[in-house]
Structure formats: structure tokens, C-alpha cells
């Protein structure tokens, strides 16, 4: 029987969320990593059972982590016992290694002068369409990185930190690259998306990439609110049919592309407010997409404290809020921008976790939502794994 | 044999419960404890000392006989009792409040 697993990473250890196809009960295994920031937790489109986990701690720095039985049990690549009898010699301890490649280079501070790159962390962990054990990262200071050996080395494509990193400048936020699209119908295509420098597209598998920020537009926040790069970018997202079509939540506004990327126009429409984290599309309904409105960036809560997911059927513009479940007064959870996805099961099911540590479930498209579990910490990211 | 104590976070990223014991050629140094405990348990490489600078990370301390020993060269020879395991050699994690 189909089900679903759900991969939350919190402010104190990650979670697995498991249920039918039905979607009504759930189990929750966890903390795995107790004690530990995760930052993302994703699973390979091709094998369900191999999944990557970022793992940080201001204290001891980046581990990654690697499920090869769907989350039971983990291991840093490269680290196992067995490897240190294995025919490469002795283990290399080099999962969590990211170094920037060639000269590291200046990237703008927030003083405006020009400060050296400095690896943070991971936020996002994007593994390959076609191989399980290739995966794409995004860092802070924003770079990306890529493994082609199932996580125990890693190398940067340092070809994004040419496309103006010099300009981009970190918000309150850091500096990173919190979003990764492979192109499904294009494997030299890529996108990403980083706070505050924008939104940029590879078209040759990494090597050169390009800003692609024409129509966003930053009154606020940039002296020139029209720049090529520094926008506030908060999420991308796209439907697998339809690749050269993509959704954003900015710091402020709703916007898509139909251009993959080559101009993006404004769709906030009728929403009580513009400024969000999240943005999902609908499994199977490519014009079906979701945000979370959020009061402003001073208040990073839902206007008049009501949790309300808004959904829009016709791409962006007409907005309805989703509110049945959930709560409506005195709400003052937050949702991040990594915390929102999508099963592919029939009808679709929408899930989101807040700072709150709840994490809520929709198994008809957002008509309805339940808490699957209301006491975890800060929600950091929502994965959600269809099974067969 | 030397005594490495670690912190709790790293005890369970290497899977110990409690102290480390490690052989370590003489002079037995701050850089020869850590290159032998990151042999032992590369899973903790990058988690005590940066991969390439092999700089302490700044939220660890190292303790040796009651003595903060951080700032030191990592090539300065540890006191005897630590260097005949009399005594542990102390991974310290800042403290976290809040």
C-alpha cells in the first residue's frame, strides 16, 4: 500500500513522519541527531531509501548525514567502520568538507566594503533526478557545491560566485543558497535562488551561470530597485511538466516566469500580504501553487494572527485563504521558506511546519489541515517522500 | 595510552560513550592527540579543528590538568600526567545558556 514519509529538520534534530496513503495517522520517529540544527533533510527521486541530511552546530560546524534504509539508521559518507578496511585505504573523513575552489574572493558586507567568503553551513540538499549518488548543496556564504560519490567528497561549481558575487550582499538572514531546481527536461539546466543576491540559472550543468532577475523589483531594500543582482529572493519553485514555468515568493511579492527566469511579473494579487518564506505547486495542477502570507518583514507573523495558507488555481493573482484546521486567532508561528511541500498522491497532500513545531498536513489539496504532531522545535524544513 | 574526553555531541557522532583512549608517540602534543583521535574517528574531522588551517574551531576549548591550554602551539608538549593518561585530555564545548 502507497504511503508517505515526511522529513522534518528542526532547530534540535530531525524527524520522521510516516503514514498510509490515507494520511489520518501518522508515526513520528525522532529525534534523529538530537541536539543538532537540520537544516534540510531530502531523499533521492530515484531511491526512496537513500537519504541526505545537513546536520550544523555553531559548536562543531557541517556534518553530513546518508539513510540507506529510509531513515532507520545514518552515517556520515565515508566515515563507516567497514571503510576503514575498505580497498581505498583508510576512510578520508571529508563529507563535511567545502571548500570554496580557486580564490576565494570578496563578496559585499553589510557595512557595503568587501569581506572574504566563510563556509557556514548548508541549507539545502538537492540530490540528482538520475543518480543517487550525486547531490547538489547550497551553502552560506552562498556557493554551490556538488558530490558525485554518494556525499563523502564534495566539490564546488564555482562558476555561480562569477555571475557578480562581488555585488551580492547578505541579509539578517546570511548570505546563501537556500534553493536548488534541476531542470527535468533539461539535465545541463539548473536553478537557484539566494538570499539577498537573486535568482540565477546554469545552462551547461554548472559550469557558467547567469543572473536571471529581470522584472523583480526591490524599492526598499536596494538603492536600485530594478539591479541585476541583490534581491531578497525567498523561495522558487516549479511543476516537473512544465519547467520553464516558476513561482517566487520575494521578500515582497509573488511573482512567475514563463520564461525560465528571462522575466518574471508580479502575481500577488488579492493577498492580504505579499511578503512570505514559502511557495509549493500543486503535484499534479501546474497552475495550482500555495504561499504563506506573513504580516511584513518587521513581523514575521500572520497578519491578525490567523494561520492561513492561501491557495491560487489560476497561477498567481486570485488568491483564496485555506483555514479549516487550521488555527485562527492568536497564531504567531512563522513558516520558512524550506518547510513547505507536496506528496504526489491522489488527491495531493500539502504539508508545512512552523517555528511553532507544528507540522501540519493537508490530504486534500489544502481544503482541510491537521496537525500531524504540535510540540517539535522551530520547524527548519518539510520534505515529503511519496512510497510506492 | 592517552585519555581524550570529548563533548557529548561528539561522543555521539563517534559512537562512544564515554572516554577515548588512544596510543600517541612522544612527545605527545596537542596536534598529536587530535591527528590521533581524527585517524581513529574520521567522523570527526572538521567537527574540533578546521580541515585545511587546522585551526581550533572558535566554540572549543582544550583542557589539561586543570589548565586551559587552547591558546598554546598545538606542538607544545603536554604535561606527563596527560601524556601517561593519569589524567584526560579535555575536549570542552562552550557553554550554551539561554
Known amino acids: 500500500m502507497s504511503g508517505v514519509r515526511v522529513l522534518v529538520g528542526t532547530r534540535k534534530g530531525a524527524f520522521i513522519l510516516n503514514a498510509d496513503a490515507k494520511r489520518q495517522h501518522w508515526e513520528v520517529s525522532g529525534p534523529h541527531f538530537a541536539g543538532w540544527e537540520i537544516y534540510h533533510v531530502k531523499g533521492s527521486p530515484v531511491d526512496a531509501n537513500v537519504i541526505y541530511a545537513s546536520q550544523t552546530s555553531g559548536w562543531f560546524g557541517q556534518i553530513i548525514q546518508r539513510s540507506n534504509d ?25 563529507s563535511n568538507m567545502f571548500l570554496y575552489q580557486g580564490e576565494v574572493g570578496t563578496h559585499k558586507w553589510y557595512d557595503g566594503t568587501q569581506h572574504p567568503w566563510e563556509f557556514k553551513r548548508i541549507w539545502h540538499l538537492e540530490p540528482s533526478l538520475t543518480d543517487p549518488e550525486t547531490v547538489y548543496a547550497g551553502a552560506e556564504d552562498a556557493a554551490i557545491f556538488r558530490t558525485q560519490d554518494g556525499g563523502k567528497t564534495w ?5 555561480l560566485r562569477r555571475a557578480k558575487g562581488q555585488l551580492w550582499q547578505p541579509g539578517a538572514g546570511g548570505m546563501a543558497v537556500h534553493t536548488i ?5 533539461n539535465s545541463q539546466r539548473i536553478y537557484v535562488a539566494i538570499s539577498a543576491a537573486g535568482t540565477f540559472r546554469t545552462d551547461d550543468g554548472g559550469m557558467t551561470w547567469k543572473p536571471i532577475n529581470r522584472g523583480l523589483k ?8 530594478d539591479a541585476e543582482v541583490g534581491h531578497c529572493v525567498h523561495r522558487i519553485a516549479m511543476h516537473p511538466d512544465r519547467p520553464d514555468v516558476l513561482f517566487m515568493q520575494k521578500h515582497w511579492d509573488v511573482l512567475r516566469t514563463d520564461t525560465a527566469g528571462e522575466s ?44 492561513r495558507v492561501y491557495r ?31 506528496d504526489s498522491l491522489e488527491p495531493c497532500g500539502i504539508y508545512f511546519g512552523t517555528t511553532g513545531g507544528q507540522v501540519y498536513v493537508s490530504a486534500d489539496h489544502g481544503d482541510s489541515w491537521n496537525a500531524i504532531t504540535r510540540d517539535l522545535p522551530a520547524v527548519l524544513s518539510v520534505e515529503v517522500q511519496t512510497l510506492p | 595510552m592517552i585519555r581524550v574526553a570529548l ?48 585551526r581550533r574551531r572558535p566554540f572549543i576549548r582544550f583542557f589539561a590538568c586543570k589548565e586551559d591550554v587552547s591558546l598554546e602551539s598545538p606542538e607544545t608538549p603536554l604535561p606527563d600526567a596527560i601524556a601517561n593518561g593519569a589524567e584526560p585530555f579535555l575536549i570542552i564545548g562552550a557553554m550554551a545558556g539561554g
Open chain 1, 70 to 94: 529510509g531513515g532507520k539508521t545514518w552515517q556520515p559518507p565515508g566515515t563507516s567502520p567497514e571503510e576503514l578496511m575498505g580497498p581505498d585505504g583508510m576512510p578520508k573523513g571529508q
Open chain 1, 181 to 185: 531546481i534541476l531542470d527535468p527536461k
Open chain 1, 218 to 225: 526591490s524599492q526598499s531594500e536596494l538603492p536600485d530597485p
Open chain 1, 312 to 342: 491560487s488555481r489560476a497561477g498567481g493573482n486570485e488568491w483564496e485563504a485555506l483555514t479549516k484546521g487550521l488555527p485562527q486567532k492568536d497564531c504567531y508561528v512563522n513558516v520558512l521558506r524550506d518547510a513547505m511541500a507536496a
Open chain 2, 7 to 54: 563533548p557529548f555531541h561528539l561522543r555521539t557522532l563517534a559512537r562512544v560513550d564515554d572516554e577515548v583512549r588512544l596510543e600517541v608517540a612522544r612527545p605527545v602534543t596537542v596536534r598529536a592527540v587530535l591527528e590521533a583521535l581524527e585517524a581513529r574517528y574520521p567522523v570527526l574531522r572538521g567537527t574540533i579543528r578546521d580541515h585545511v588551517t587546522l
Open chain 1, 155 to 159: 566539490h564546488e561549481l564555482d562558476g
Open chain 1, 264 to 307: 518574471w511579473r508580479e502575481v500577488s494579487g488579492n493577498l492580504p500580504s505579499d511578503f512570505g518564506f514559502p511557495i509549493q505547486v500543486h503535484a499534479h495542477e501546474p497552475e495550482t501553487i500555495y504561499v504563506v502570507p506573513i504580516k511584513s518583514d518587521s513581523e514575521h507573523f500572520p497578519p491578525e494572527g490567523k494561520l
